[in-house]
């Protein structure tokens, strides 16, 4: 286990970053404290990511920033509604036009750096705001078809236990799904061979006790489906936002392989990093915000220990 801290300067001395770089097993992990944007274009090649595998923030929800931990150092985080954005910022303190724009310069610089014929996959929630469901996806499609993007097809996770609609019963029905909006750069994409899926108990629902979204026919005549049920992310994780393991796994077990280079540029806890990790992937990963960003170390230490 080999764990690196550095700082370092950008090279034209528009602004200091953060960068952390670690190997464990022979697989490198590296993040970056800043906006994806910026470290994107300045740091990161063109065409030397093999899958981007990201959640971004959502419209107006809350600002990662404004976290208070209200029980010492473990568990419990408070988030407050100011809705006051930390500089540089997506989501937050915006109208969605603005909102809008600011993903399209994420997905250019996704472009840029993603090699040909690979993927990017974009995990998005629909949100209800004023009886009206905000459905992200068609804007976002839209979007990255306009940069170049290819749009593949649709995944639907569905959750273990839908989250529920809490004062708004009345109303809103519980929020029991989320979209994997799925990318290519480039129309000649393959979806990898059953050898890089984990099939065990991973995909297996343990509620419903469906095969989730691995489907095996005899070979060769298998198939992956694109709706499964992904459970739900573990609740010690301190980030107000994290997905379940299972999400990021099936996309890069069917989007990356073994020793290949991943990127999420919107990484929060590093619930990605960890999973590619796990699947002997080398990855990037970027967090904006600094007190996530040190969790993200902190977790990514723990991991190291093992
Ligand atoms: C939906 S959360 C991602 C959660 C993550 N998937 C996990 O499992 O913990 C989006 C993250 O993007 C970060 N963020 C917001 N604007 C950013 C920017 N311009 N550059 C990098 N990260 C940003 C937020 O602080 C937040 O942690």
Redesign the pocket.
Same mark, same amino acid.
């Given at each position: 286990m080999h764990f690196i801290i550095y700082y370092k300067e950008h090279a034209k001395g528009r602004y200091s970053l953060e960068n952390v770089e670690g190997i464990i097993n022979g697989i490198r992990w590296r993040t970056f404290n /800043? &906006? +994806?944007?910026? $470290?994107l274009k300045d740091y990161i090649k063109a065409e030397s990511i093999d899958c981007i595998f !990201? =959640?971004? *923030?959502?419209y107006n929800l809350r =600002?990662? #920033?404004d976290k208070v931990r209200v029980d010492g150092n473990e568990g419990k985080w408070k988030y407050s509604n100011r809705k006051i954005a !930390?500089k &540089?910022? $997506? #989501? $937050?303190a915006c109208n969605y036009e603005k909102y809008l724009s &600011?993903l399209s310069e994420?997905f250019s610089v996704c472009y840029r750096v993603l090699k040909k014929d690979k993927f990017m996959f974009i @995990?998005i929630g629909n949100k209800h705001v004023d009886r009206e469901c905000i459905d992200y996806s068609f804007d976002l499609i839209t979007i990255a078809k306009h940069i170049g993007f290819v749009h593949c097809d649709i995944i639907i996770w569905i959750k273990k236990n839908s989250p529920p609609p809490g004062n708004h019963k009345e109303i809103y029905l519980g929020n029991g799904w989320e979209y994997i909006l799925m990318f290519a750069k480039g129309k000649s994409y393959k979806i990898n061979e059953d050898k890089y899926i984990d099939t065990g108990s991973l995909f297996k629902c343990k509620q419903c006790g469906s095969d989730d979204i691995v489907h095996f026919k005899s070979k060769p005549n298998y198939f992956f489906s694109n709706v499964g049920c992904f459970g739900n992310?573990k609740k010690k @994780?301190s980030? *107000?936002?994290?997905?379940p393991e299972t999400v990021?796994r099936f996309c890069l077990a069917i989007g990356a392989k073994e020793h290949e280079l991943i990127l999420?540029?919107?990484? /929060? =806890? #590093? !619930?990605?990093l960890k999973v590619a990790l796990d699947m002997h992937i080398n990855c990037i990963g +970027?967090?904006? $915000?600094s007190k996530?960003y040190s969790d993200?170390i902190e977790n990514l230490e723990k991991i190291s220990k093992f």
């Open positions: /800043g &906006d +994806c944007r910026k $470290i !990201t =959640s971004p *923030p959502y =600002s990662y #920033g !930390t &540089d910022e $997506i #989501g $937050i &600011d994420v @995990n992310a @994780n980030h *107000p936002a994290p997905f990021p999420d540029p919107f990484v /929060g =806890s #590093g !619930t990605t +970027c967090e904006l $915000i996530l993200l």
